[in-house]
């Protein structure tokens, strides 16, 4: 089993002390995959900075020029009230978009059997016209357009299993049939969108699926919405290839939300997603980093999935099950795959 792993040191210029969105993180994760031996048996390679051209097909032109325009300037900058941009943020975010389509490439070249893009900063909540949640340019966005662009790739889902809602992906995508859009998030949170009834638009009409969890969702209740809502919607679109923005911030000790998973929990989830992939497509799933900011869930969390993808049954978990029960979600469940007419 090839794994294509693609993340570089360039990605901590990206760098402000204090915020949660900082270069240790992935600092972390890098010092927990040398530790436990595992990038030596990836692929590895460094990111190379994706096209402009490309970044304007999921992006608005004005919005670009404005992250070119933070690129020459000589102190840091606020692009929201969450997000901040250095002089050297957006040679960095061409880098993680970049890594993300090389991710990509690789395996839909055949190359890799499965591929990791360990980046930042982060993309998910990058809308067409402006900067959102620590996140400058949609690194899956990008990868899922230039999977079609340039690799022509007719069916993509995207699934997206961050804390958080993923609105911007679902902007770009909203009133596109070629693309599915799943996300589960806690609900309510930041940024406040993810409704069930968010489904798409236009030709995108039931493309878009989303599944807001209340707080202190755990590892069962994950579980049967992954299978029980994600693996028929995934079944049922037929994807050519499978994309996951993954945030560790469901995490039960992420500071930043309420949810109540654990490491065995994500692990879990990830070789559903893996199974998935190789019943619908070939086995072509790409992971992309997006939140987490408990360092020690976010760096074992990565391993494990370096892990899954690499085939292993075995997980690290040194932080261990969430403190409290899952919360029941069996309500929820049947009404989405009511709304969504899932078999």
């Known amino acids: 089993m090839t794994v294509l792993l693609i993340t570089d040191e360039r990605f901590d210029q990206h760098d402000m002390p204090g915020h949660p969105e900082h270069a240790g993180r992935l600092q972390a994760v890098r010092q927990q995959l040398v530790a436990d031996d595992l990038l030596e048996r990836t692929l590895t390679e460094k990111a190379q900075p994706v096209d402009l051209d490309l970044v304007r097909s999921v992006h608005v032109p004005e919005y670009v020029a404005q992250l070119e325009r933070t690129a020459h300037t000589t102190a840091s900058q606020w692009l929201d009230a969450d997000t901040y941009a250095t002089p050297r943020s957006f040679e960095v975010a061409l880098l993680a978009a970049g890594a993300a389509t090389l991710a990509v490439g690789g395996v839909l070249k055949g190359t890799a059997d499965r591929a990791i893009a360990l980046v930042r900063p982060p993309g998910h909540h990058a809308t067409r016209a402006r900067a959102m949640g620590f996140c400058l340019i949609n690194n899956i966005a990008v990868a899922a357009r230039f999977a079609q662009q340039v690799h022509r790739v007719e ?12 609105n911007g992906t679902q902007d770009i995508f909203y009133e596109d049939s070629s693309v599915l859009y799943i996300s589960t998030h806690q609900s309510p949170l930041y940024p406040g969108t993810g409704s069930l009834y968010e489904m798409g638009r236009a030709g995108g009409e039931g493309c878009t699926l989303n599944i807001p969890l209340p707080p202190g969702v755990g590892d069962e209740g994950y579980e049967r919405v992954f299978e029980r809502v994600i693996l028929p919607a995934l079944q049922r679109f037929a994807p050519e290839l499978i994309l996951a923005s993954v945030g560790f911030d469901a995490h039960w000790a992420d500071p930043l939300a309420n949810m109540t998973l654990s490491l065995q929990g994500y692990h879990r989830l990830c070789q559903l997603l893996i199974e998935s992939a190789r019943d619908c497509c070939k086995g072509r799933i790409v992971f992309v980093m997006e939140g987490g900011y408990h360092l020690g869930a976010l760096s074992h969390g990565w391993a494990n999935i370096v892990r899954a993808t690499l085939g292993d049954a075995d997980f690290s978990d040194p932080l261990g ?13 049947e009404q989405v795959r009511h709304t969504h007419g899932l078999p």
């Open 155 to 166: 069916r993509i889902a995207i699934v997206d299993y961050d804390v958080h809602h993923g």
């Open 321 to 333: 099950p969430a403190p409290a029960p899952s919360r029941d979600v069996s309500r929820l469940i």
